[in-house]
């Protein structure tokens, strides 16, 4: 039913998919072996280049500049990808998170970086996230192990978010800033972890320990797509192409038993799918140009 293109990435922890649409390009990281990926659609190429920054990264948000913003165990750096230079650029955490909050999951809308934050064991509920505008870090909400997506839909005014370990997804109003839970993951559908949206109030979620991608129907709160992932831990979708109407997903190999590994063979590796959906447009940020 659906045309699968496997990217041999061999990602330990694969993440933070999003589409270079100025070059055609897609860019993403490995969390736990730092290095950032750039695939060309146009030339079927991949490239890795590691990096030189404590793990675990967190999350890359491309910038208008032709520079990227990643963030990782430190804070937030500038990464040049011409010249292969990083330079700090900032930390949102306060003094006394340093050494119990890493960075995780964002997205990009106008002139904001939506910021993930998680706690580094993944045990106490101090995670958080919002967005960084002109210098200054907005808090939406708090009080998780592990925060992860979010996808903001600008028109309807919100935004989506994975409470991963509570499987749970939730909508906020961002005019009121009313959440409301919109789905729950079942034991055997294993954890929501990366998010993204169609323009056809489809919700699309990365399985972790689940094996899938599937499409919340946002009318009906109902899974109405399932695709079977042949990776156990999948960590996020993005859509890409010139006519956004293919997913991106990205892959972990960490937490796959051999056993495991026999049925979910391309666990680390990266895919490409072709769907009847049309995603939302991701765009670049001037954050760093203000």
Do not use: C
């Amino acid at each position: 039913m659906f045309d699968f293109d496997i990217l041999d990435s061999k990602t330990l922890l694969g993440e933070s998919g999003f589409y270079l649409y100025k070059t055609n390009e897609i860019v993403f990281l490995d969390l736990l072996n730092p290095s950032v990926f750039f695939y060309s659609i146009t030339n079927k190429t991949l490239s890795k280049e590691k990096l030189n920054l404590p793990k675990p990264l967190g999350n890359i948000y491309p910038m208008h500049n032709g520079q990227f913003i990643i963030s990782n165990l430190d804070g937030l750096h500038v990464y040049d990808r011409n010249k292969k230079t990083i330079k700090y650029y900032q930390d949102i955490r306060g003094t006394d998170e340093l050494h119990k909050i890493s960075y995780n999951d964002g997205t990009i809308t106008k002139n904001k970086l939506w910021i993930g934050l998680s706690h580094i064991k993944e045990t106490k509920n101090l995670g958080y996230f919002g967005y960084l505008q002109n210098n200054k870090f907005n808090k939406l909400d708090q009080g998780f192990k592990v925060s992860n997506g979010p996808a903001v839909d600008e028109k309807q005014n919100k935004l989506y978010f994975s409470n991963s370990l509570n499987s749970s997804i939730y909508q906020y109003n961002l005019k009121t800033l009313k959440k409301k839970l919109i789905y729950k993951l079942k034991k055997n559908q294993g954890f929501p972890d990366g998010i993204a949206l169609d323009n056809k109030n489809g919700l699309w979620v990365a399985h972790w320990a689940g094996g899938q991608i599937s499409r919340i129907n946002l009318k009906t709160k109902e899974i109405d797509v399932a695709i079977k992932i042949p990776a156990l831990n999948v960590t996020s979708v993005t859509f890409v192409g010139k006519k956004l109407n293919h997913i991106f997903v990205t892959s972990a190999k960490i937490e796959t038993s051999k056993t495991k590994m026999q049925t979910y063979k391309y666990s680390g590796s990266s895919f490409i799918i072709k769907t009847n959906f049309t995603g939302q447009k991701i765009t670049y940020s001037n954050l760093n140009q203000q």
